[in-house]
């Protein structure tokens, strides 16, 4: 048996699953019987095929093992990307995964938990099969982590809002000092519009704002 250790980012969204290549609808059809068409797994004697209708909206997403499921699918998808030998290999997975600023503090250790010890998932997916062990999880607050890949850019700012527009929510988080301030941050549901206004250089506010 030979081993493979594959990093797969993923943001668990109530919308979309997204990996770094791949981005689908966070639902799937459970069946005894094999799918005729699409994208499916078959794990532990039954089929999951991939939907275009989502899951309904889970602030804890550990209450059962759907997004697991949907985890199974975005590491296959990934490897497949990646074009990693999958016979006669156990694929090792480390996922960063994430969670909006409001719930991080509430719900990153069960998060986390919810991916690990769980041992070898032996699934096929398009036919193939896999051997996936998670072996690390780490999350992260989704705006903050964000915000970090221009990290340079803000830090100008004495203060920055940051918001992540969803499917279903939209969540953001002031930045203060170039470190979150998790009193001012929220995640909004069924938000139906929201407008997003620029400004000319010359009408930034003032770094000391």
Do not use: W
């Not at 690990?116 to 992260?140: C, H, K, L, S």
Request: with cysteine; charged share 25%; aromatic share 12%.
């Amino acid at each position: 048996m030979m081993y493979q250790k594959i990093i797969v980012p993923i943001d668990h969204g109530n919308r979309n699953m997204k990996t770094e290549h791949k981005i689908f609808t966070s639902g799937f059809v459970e069946s005894d019987c094999r799918p005729a068409l699409g994208e499916y797994l078959q794990y532990n004697g039954r089929y999951y095929a991939l939907t275009e209708q989502r899951i309904p909206y889970m602030r804890d997403k550990t209450l059962d093992d759907r997004f697991f499921i949907l985890t199974l699918f975005a590491v296959a998808m990934e490897a497949e990307k990646q074009m990693l030998k999958t016979k006669d290999t156990l694929l090792q997975a480390a996922l960063p995964v994430g969670l909006p600023p409001k719930h991080y503090g509430a719900l990153y250790r069960k998060f986390e938990d919810y991916f690990m010890n769980r041992g070898v998932q032996q699934f096929t997916y398009r036919g193939i099969p896999y051997r996936v062990e998670i072996v690390e999880t780490a999350a992260f607050p989704q705006d903050y982590a964000a915000a970090m890949t221009v990290y340079q850019r803000i830090a100008e700012f004495n203060k920055v809002i940051t918001v992540d527009i969803g499917g279903f929510t939209l969540d953001y988080l002031l930045i203060r000092g170039g470190k979150p301030d998790l009193s001012v941050c929220d995640s909004l549901r069924r938000v139906s519009s929201v407008c997003i206004m620029t400004f000319p250089p010359a009408s930034i506010p003032s770094r000391t704002s």
